[in-house]
């Protein structure tokens, strides 16, 4: 089937904490965004047209692969030109994975202004039983609007790149919310942590969570009490309602504060909502708790089973690392470059460029600041993430998941082979497409170029973004000249009303 939305962007008013009223990026006059439903094999468009008045746009699909589509991507200047003020631009491909995604602005530091929303892609054949689905969505929250934060993260005068904290936690986008439960019902939660920057602690009282899903991988079902999700990560959970109806629950989810330089004495870092079983009982608050333990990721198993991939044709090692520019403000840069977005989208480069393969693999072409690498079509590629920041970076990869092959705890330094090869996951090891590396860490992931298109693999973290914690991938670039097909209204928005070209 097809499914269409149309969504037209503009800035509404919302006070989601019941703080501070701002300004934020509504659709169809609305916020919180709505929700995407939509079912494997369906046909998705999206028809958007850009309200906002003060800023370009573009839309993403965080963790679908689109395949044969690198083209709907909604990346800008990677995959297409932002969508001009006034504008339109339609979002056109086909779904072929099952699972709990979202989409998001992927125009420069958009989407915390609250342009991202749910994703949910039903799967007729789900492998595990439930009654009934909900979705929960966490993010932070900031009373600012990102063109007010932005110049002062980004200036000379915050030497240490301290990101802004923020200034409260949501569950689907409000602190007021309670969950009606039915005895013995078991529900599927499908959660996402669709914010800029804190990843979330979630837990609920007396209750276990059996996890089903990760980032649209099904896995073999796994209890636990406690998960923790970054900025972009996905997992469902089964839950299990109590037969009894005599007391509610507290639904916990608490903001990851080693992320913050500094935790502002007014910062809530949590937010509860409650499991309703009884409308008369009272919302008891939530119990002190001795330790944060969430579920390992790294352990959980694929249900499919997929198999290792076979010894990489390619390892890129990134070591991670921020430090200032000249200008006295902090940047990020994955082996001392900090990606800086091209003047024409990468793609369009890749389709521009001559037929040769002395050319299309040739990686200056795309620019050494979009710090690009070519992946051979069908090449395994290995990626070593060595984290030489003293920070959590929730890295993402477009286009693809990846097998998480090894990664360390806090502290543990650069990946070193001889030191930690017996430590790869050999069997059948997890896949995502957001993974967390820790502070001074590592991780080694490994996935096939089997979907041509140009990809970035960026930390999720906005500020971080923002600040050229990004690298291209550009994947088969022969085969993309060979075989893509762009509509013509895809360059229009690349034609300013002015004359000027676009950019960022
Ligand atoms: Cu959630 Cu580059 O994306």
Redo the contacts with the bound molecule.
């Keep these: 089937a097809t499914v269409a939305y149309d969504f037209n962007v503009s800035w509404v008013t919302a006070n989601p904490d019941g703080l501070v009223e701002r300004q934020v990026i509504g659709i169809n006059g609305q916020w919180p965004p709505p929700r995407i439903d939509a079912q494997v094999g369906d046909r998705l468009v999206v028809n958007l047209l850009n309200s906002l008045g003060d800023e370009d746009t573009s839309l ?1 699909f ?2 679908l692969f689109m395949n044969g589509s690198t083209h709907m991507d909604g ?1 800008s200047m990677v995959s297409q030109c932002p969508i001009p003020r006034g504008a339109s631009f339609t979002y056109d491909f086909t779904i072929d994975q099952p699972g709990t995604y ?1 989409y ?1 602005s ?1 125009t420069q530091g958009q989407y915390p202004d609250g342009f991202r929303g749910p994703f949910i892609i039903h799967d007729p054949k789900t492998p595990f039983q439930y009654d009934e689905e909900l979705v929960l969505t966490v993010s932070d929250w900031y009373h600012e609007r990102m063109s007010a934060l932005q110049p002062r993260f980004m200036s000379k005068y915050n030497p240490t790149g301290a990101e802004p904290v923020p200034n409260s936690a949501l569950m689907n986008d409000t602190q007021d919310l309670t969950i009606p439960m039915i005895p013995e019902r078991t529900y599927l939660f499908r959660m996402a942590n669709i914010g800029a920057f804190a990843g979330q602690y979630i837990w609920i009282e007396d209750h276990n969570m059996t996890v089903v899903e990760m980032d649209g991988v099904y896995v073999h079902p796994t209890e636990t009490i406690m998960v923790y999700l970054s900025a ?1 990560q996905r997992c469902s959970f089964l839950l299990k309602a109590k037969k009894e109806t005599s007391r509610n629950f507290p639904i916990i989810a608490s903001m990851d504060t080693t992320l913050f330089d500094t935790i502002p004495p007014s910062l809530n870092p949590n937010v509860t909502s409650y499991l309703l079983y009884n409308k008369t009982a009272p919302m008891p608050s939530p119990s002190p708790l001795k330790s944060f333990t969430p579920l390992d990721d790294t352990h959980l198993r694929p249900r499919d089973n997929l198999d290792i991939l076979p010894l990489p044709d390619q390892t890129i090692t990134l070591n991670i690392s921020m430090s200032n520019l000249a200008s006295g403000a902090n940047y990020a840069f994955f082996n001392n470059i900090t990606y800086v977005s091209p003047l024409v989208p990468t793609l369009y480069t890749v389709l521009s460029s001559p037929n040769t393969s002395e050319i299309t693999n040739n990686p200056s072409i795309y620019g050494t600041y979009t710090h690009p690498y070519i992946l051979p079509h069908n090449s395994i590629n290995q990626l070593v993430l060595n984290n030489l920041d003293t920070g959590r970076h929730p890295f ?1 990869l ?1 286009g693809h998941n990846f097998q998480i092959l090894h990664r360390s705890g806090a502290d543990e330094g650069p990946w070193s082979r001889s030191a930690n090869n017996s430590a790869y996951n050999h069997k059948a090891p997890m896949r995502r497409d ?1 993974l967390v590396v820790e502070p001074n860490g590592n991780a080694v992931l490994r996935f096939k170029a089997d979907n041509p298109g140009v990809w ?1 693999f ?1 930390c ?1 973290i906005e500020w971080h ?1 923002i600040s050229g914690l990004a690298v291209t991938f550009v994947e088969a670039p022969e085969v993309l000249q060979q075989s893509l097909q762009i509509p013509e209204d895809h360059f229009s928005a690349c034609k300013r009303q002015d004359g000027k070209g676009s950019g960022n």
């Design positions: 993403h965080h963790g990346a979202w998001h992927h972009a993402h477009h957001t970035l960026h999720h973004m």
